[in-house]
C-alpha cells in the first residue's frame, strides 16, 4: 500500500514567518500535487510536480519534488493570515486517476 | 468555465437507508473521481469513471456504488448507511491527459447519519 506521511500535522505562526511542510513516502509517484483547503469547501489545486527534481514556485509559495520522486516540500516565505487552511499533498502512483492523499498539515497564520 | 458542482450540500439521513449523490464535471471532462474525507481517516480514494466505466475502485465495501452518464455526470450511491459514513463526500474531474492526474473538486456533500 502506498502511503504519504505528511509533516507537521500542526503548525500555528505569526504574521511573517516562513514554514516548511513535507510530504514523504517509501513509493515512487508520477506525480504529485498540493492542495489547499479551507473549512467547508472542495480542496483547490495549487500545483503539480512531474520531473524529479523540480521546483516551481507560486508568489510566495516554493514546491519542490525530490530527485526520487517519493516526496515533496511546500514552503511558505512570510506568511499572511490568508495562508490559513489544510494543504494536503497526494500523488498518483501511476496514470491511474487515483490520487493518494496525506494526512494534511493545518496551518494556522496569526496576524 | 464553470466549476465542478456537486448536489446537495448537506444531507441528513438515517441508518439503514440509502442515498444519492450527483456530481456534474467541468465541461470537457472525462473522469470524475470520489473521495469521501473524515477527520481521523482523512481523503480516501473511492473511485474513478472515465467514459462511462469505472476504471479504478478504492478500499470501501459494495454498499458504496456509483455511475456514470453519457454526458459525465456521475452518481454516488450508498445503501444500508451506517453511522461511520457521516463524512464530507467530494467529486473531483480531471482532464486526465498527458499522464497526469490533476483533481479538481467541487465543493463537497456533507452527508450525516443520525
Known amino acids: 500500500t502506498q502511503l504519504l506521511e505528511q509533516s507537521p500535522q500542526f503548525l500555528s505562526i505569526q504574521e511573517g514567518e516562513n514554514l516548511t511542510v513535507y510530504c514523504n513516502s517509501s513509493?515512487?509517484?508520477?506525480?504529485l500535487q498540493w492542495y489547499r483547503q479551507e473549512p467547508g469547501e472542495g480542496p483547490v489545486l495549487l500545483v503539480t510536480?512531474?520531473?524529479?527534481?523540480e521546483v516551481k514556485k507560486l508568489k510566495r509559495l516554493t514546491f519542490q519534488f525530490g530527485d526520487a520522486r517519493k516526496d515533496s516540500s511546500l514552503h511558505i516565505t512570510a506568511a499572511q493570515p490568508g495562508d490559513t487552511g489544510l494543504y494536503l499533498c497526494?500523488?498518483?502512483?501511476?496514470?491511474?486517476?487515483?490520487?493518494?492523499f496525506g494526512q494534511g498539515t493545518t496551518l494556522q497564520v496569526k496576524p | 468555465k464553470a466549476g465542478v458542482t456537486q448536489t446537495p450540500r448537506y444531507l441528513i439521513k438515517t441508518r439503514g437507508q440509502q442515498v444519492t449523490l450527483s456530481c456534474s464535471p467541468i465541461?470537457?471532462?472525462?473522469?470524475v473521481s470520489w473521495y469521501q474525507q473524515t477527520p481521523g481517516q482523512g481523503l480516501q480514494f473511492l473511485f474513478e469513471y472515465f467514459s462511462e466505466t469505472q476504471r479504478n475502485k478504492g478500499n470501501f465495501p459494495g454498499r458504496f456504488s456509483g455511475r456514470q452518464f453519457s454526458n459525465s455526470r456521475s452518481e454516488m450511491n450508498v445503501s444500508t448507511l451506517e453511522l461511520g459514513d457521516s463524512a464530507l463526500y467530494l467529486c473531483?474531474?480531471?482532464?486526465?491527459?498527458?499522464?497526469?492526474?490533476?483533481?479538481?473538486f467541487g465543493q463537497g456533500t456533507r452527508l450525516t447519519v443520525v
Open positions: 473531483a474531474s480531471s482532464p486526465r491527459t498527458g499522464g497526469i492526474t490533476e483533481a479538481f
Open positions: 465541461s470537457g471532462h472525462r473522469s
Open positions: 513509493s515512487v509517484f508520477s506525480s
Open positions: 497526494a500523488g498518483a502512483p501511476s496514470n491511474t486517476g487515483k490520487l493518494i
Open positions: 510536480v512531474v520531473t524529479g527534481g
